[in-house]
């Protein structure tokens, strides 16, 4: 197959063990910061309001960063793919389907079509 | 029935299991693609459960195959996976007041606080008569369960049938958007989804496609600091 890896099984568990501890870290740090002893800052709770959002909204657009509008194929099986998730949640509002559905979908893109 | 703690935890179980079916679906498809793109890398077997059950963070191990090129570089290793998990700082953030007197649990909880998990637990308060602290487990080991059982499935898959997996990693995207509309259906989210959509939009455009989390990240948090007071208002009234 196209691609395979050259880190060496050692080199591979270090590698997964980093990406573990680091994001062990982020899932940990609010709770070390704010104890349960203490009562959490209004500012923080706040945020805590709010943030999920904002952060999913983000998300997307994370996703779909590398989609580009101006060069072939203009960003355009990220469009229908995302319209088509769009209108099955809309239609259905089941999740198997809209994300099964899009990524087939996108998946047909990419691969046959663009 | 007798509140004997295996009763207590038989009826938490029971009122987990319906609000994780979407995340069964989703995740099972999800950890599915996870487990053949990673086998399709050569990490068949048990590396995909592996991975699965010691780092749980969807997007990142998505992102760790795709890094998995360049050889270990703890740097860049430990930069990408802030940068892409520093969103779970502000799940803990508005967990804080939940996971209160979870007692030997809550390293687990924490543990276990995926994008998913965080969207049921912040928007879910089980019947009076359930037990709070089990509820809460039982949908974070179920949703980790249905990660894992995807990923080892898709292994297998992977390794029997070589196919072409070019554009399985939208699942991710797809998983997003759906999440992304389902919040959008409760109204006061909205402006606070608008300024995440627009900052991150912002920041692709000026810093390019790989270096622009961590700026939206700031740009949100000043913007929401910012119009702290009219937000606020918005969440008071609902």
New interface residues.
């Given amino acids: 197959m196209i691609d395979r890896i050259t880190m060496s099984t050692a080199e591979s568990l270090i590698f997964f063990s980093l990406i573990a501890a680091v994001t062990m870290f982020v899932r940990f740090l609010p709770f070390l910061i704010f104890p349960e002893k203490k009562e959490t800052p209004k500012y923080v709770q706040y945020l805590g309001l709010v943030l999920p959002y904002a952060i999913i909204g983000m998300l997307v657009v994370y996703c779909l960063k590398n989609a580009s509008p101006l060069s072939y194929p203009f960003a355009l099986p990220e469009l229908i793919s995302v319209a088509s998730i769009a209108l099955l949640q809309k239609w259905r509002n089941n999740m198997l389907l809209s994300i099964g559905g899009g990524t087939l979908l996108y998946m047909f893109l990419v691969q046959v079509i663009f | 029935m007798a509140a004997t703690p295996g009763n207590i935890r038989k009826k938490a179980l029971k009122a987990a299991f319906p609000y994780t079916i979407?995340?069964l679906?989703?995740f099972f498809?999800?950890g599915l693609?996870f487990g053949i793109l990673m086998s399709?890398?050569?990490?068949g077997f048990f590396?995909p459960t592996?991975?699965s059950i010691?780092?749980?963070?969807g997007?990142?191990q998505f992102v760790?195959v795709g890094m998995?090129?360049g050889?270990?570089e703890?740097l860049s290793?430990?930069l990408m996976?802030?940068m892409v998990?520093?969103?779970?700082?502000?799940?803990?953030?508005?967990?804080?007041?939940k996971?209160?007197?979870t007692g030997w649990m809550?390293p687990y909880l924490?543990?276990g606080?995926c994008?998913e998990t965080?969207?049921i637990l912040?928007s879910t308060e089980p019947a009076e008569d359930v037990d709070k602290n089990w509820f809460m487990f039982f949908v974070t080991l179920l949703n980790q369960i249905y990660w894992v059982a995807g990923s080892t499935v898709g292994s297998f898959i992977g390794m029997a049938i070589?196919f072409?997996t070019?554009?399985?990693d939208?699942?991710?995207?797809?998983?997003?958007?759906?999440?992304?509309?389902t919040?959008w259906q409760s109204l006061k989210?909205?402006p606070?989804?608008?300024?995440?959509?627009l900052?991150?939009?912002a920041c692709?455009l000026i810093f390019g496609?790989d270096g622009?989390?961590i700026p939206?990240?700031l740009c949100?948090?000043l913007t929401?600091t910012v119009l702290?007071q009219p937000?606020?208002k918005r969440?008071d009234r609902s």
């Fill in positions: 979407p995340v679906t989703g498809v999800l693609a399709s890398k050569g990490y590396w592996l991975v010691v780092v749980f963070a997007s990142m760790a998995m090129a050889g270990l703890p290793i430990i996976t802030l998990n520093a969103r779970h700082l502000f799940y803990g953030l508005s967990m804080l007041e996971y209160r007197g809550k924490i543990f606080l994008d965080y969207s912040c070589p072409n070019t554009g399985i939208f699942a991710l995207t797809a998983l997003f958007i759906v999440i992304f509309l919040q989210g909205r606070s989804a608008l300024i995440g959509i900052c991150a939009l692709r496609p622009f989390l939206a990240m949100i948090l929401v702290r937000l606020e969440y």
